[in-house]
C-alpha cells in the first residue's frame, strides 16, 4: 500500500531516467519550452490510492526524470515528453523497481532545455512526474479474477496484463478438484459455498514475480487467500452476528430496577418503585 513515506521515500531513490542520450557533450545553447498543462493530476492521484488499497503491490511516486528529445519534437514538448515515456509502459524497469503502469507530466521547472552536442543536437528536458507503479514482492497479496481452472493448477490474470499461475501443490488441502456441470472448480470441503472457478476473483499470495515476462508464481495456502466474494460475505455475516449479539446484551437487563426484556416491555417492578 502506498503511503506518503513510501512516496517519499521512492522519489528520493529514483534518479533521473534517460531514454536517449546520443552524447554526454552539452552545449549552452537553450530552446525555449511551452508549459505543462497540470489538469488530471488529482484524478490520477485518485485512482492510484483507491487502486493502492486493494493491491499492496501497487505504489504511486513523484520522480525527478530526463528525457532527450529530437529537434524535430520540440514544437509540442509535453506531448513528445508522454510519448517518450509511455515507451516504458507495461516494462519492468530497473531504475523504478516495477513496471510503469501510468504516468503522468506534472512540471518542467525551467523554460529552457540544454542542446546536447552530435549528428542531432536532442534537447535535455527535466521534469517532474507522477508514476503509477506495480512491484509484487515475495509474501505480499495479489487479487486478479481467474481464466482458467485445471486438475493441476488455477491460472489468474493480475490487471489485465499479468499473468499468473497457482500449482497444485501451492492450493491448500481443503480444496478439491471437481467437474460439475462440465465446469471445473476448486471446492473447499471445509466451507462448501467457497468455491474457485473461471470468473472468480481471487485474493492469493506472491511467491516470486519474473521481471522479464511479468509473471507471477501465486499460493492458496495462508487461510485469508481464495475467493474475494467468499471472503467478503464471511466478513459480513459475522459482522451481522456481532451486531445483533450487541443489541441483544443492551435490550435486556435492569433499569432502575425495572426489569426490560427484548421488546421494552416492563416484567417487573420492586415494591419501592411500585406507584400506589
Known amino acids: 500500500m502506498a503511503t506518503e513515506d513510501n512516496i517519499a521515500e521512492l522519489k528520493e531513490e529514483i534518479p533521473d531516467?534517460?531514454?536517449f542520450d546520443p552524447t554526454k557533450k552539452k552545449k549552452k545553447k537553450k530552446v525555449v519550452i511551452q508549459d505543462p498543462a497540470d489538469e488530471s493530476v488529482d484524478k490520477l492521484a485518485e485512482k492510484t490510492e483507491n487502486l493502492s488499497v486493494i493491491m499492496e503491490a501497487l505504489k504511486s511516486a513523484k520522480a525527478n526524470l530526463s528525457v532527450y528529445l529530437h529537434p524535430s519534437q520540440t514544437k509540442d514538448v509535453i506531448q513528445s515528453v508522454n510519448r517518450e515515456l509511455s515507451s516504458l509502459l507495461f516494462k519492468f524497469n530497473e531504475i523504478?523497481?516495477?513496471?510503469?503502469?501510468?504516468?503522468?507530466?506534472?512540471?518542467?521547472?525551467?523554460?529552457?532545455g540544454e542542446i546536447l552536442n552530435g549528428l542531432f543536437p536532442y534537447v535535455g528536458v527535466r521534469l517532474t512526474a507522477r508514476l503509477l507503479l506495480f512491484a509484487p514482492k515475495p509474501d505480499t497479496y495479489l487479487e486478479?479474477?481467474?481464466v482458467k481452472v485445471a486438475q493441476e493448477s488455477i491460472h489468474v490474470v493480475v490487471l489485465g496484463f499479468s499473468a499468473a499461475i497457482i500449482t497444485h501443490e501451492d492450493i491448500r488441502d481443503e480444496f478439491k478438484f471437481k467437474i460439475k456441470s462440465g465446469e471445473e472448480i476448486f471446492r473447499s470441503s471445509s466451507h462448501k459455498r467457497h468455491i474457485i472457478k473461471v470468473g472468480?476473483?481471487?485474493r492469493f499470495l506472491v511467491k516470486s514475480f519474473d521481471e522479464e515476462i511479468l509473471h507471477i508464481s501465486g499460493s492458496l495456502i495462508p487461510p485469508s487467500t481464495g475467493s474475494i466474494h467468499w471472503h467478503a460475505s464471511l466478513t459480513n455475516s459475522s459482522r451481522k452476528r456481532r451486531e445483533n449479539e450487541?443489541?441483544?446484551?443492551?435490550?435486556t437487563g435492569t433499569i432502575d430496577g425495572v426489569a426490560i426484556s427484548n421488546d421494552y416491555h416492563v416484567l417487573?417492578?420492586?415494591k419501592k418503585q411500585r406507584v400506589h
Open 17 to 19: 531516467i534517460v531514454p
Open 96 to 112: 523504478f523497481d516495477g513496471v510503469l503502469l501510468a504516468h503522468e507530466v506534472m512540471d518542467i521547472p525551467s523554460r529552457h
Open 144 to 146: 486478479g479474477k481467474v
Open 200 to 202: 472468480t476473483m481471487v
Open 246 to 251: 450487541g443489541i441483544k446484551e443492551l435490550s
Open 268 to 270: 417487573k417492578k420492586s
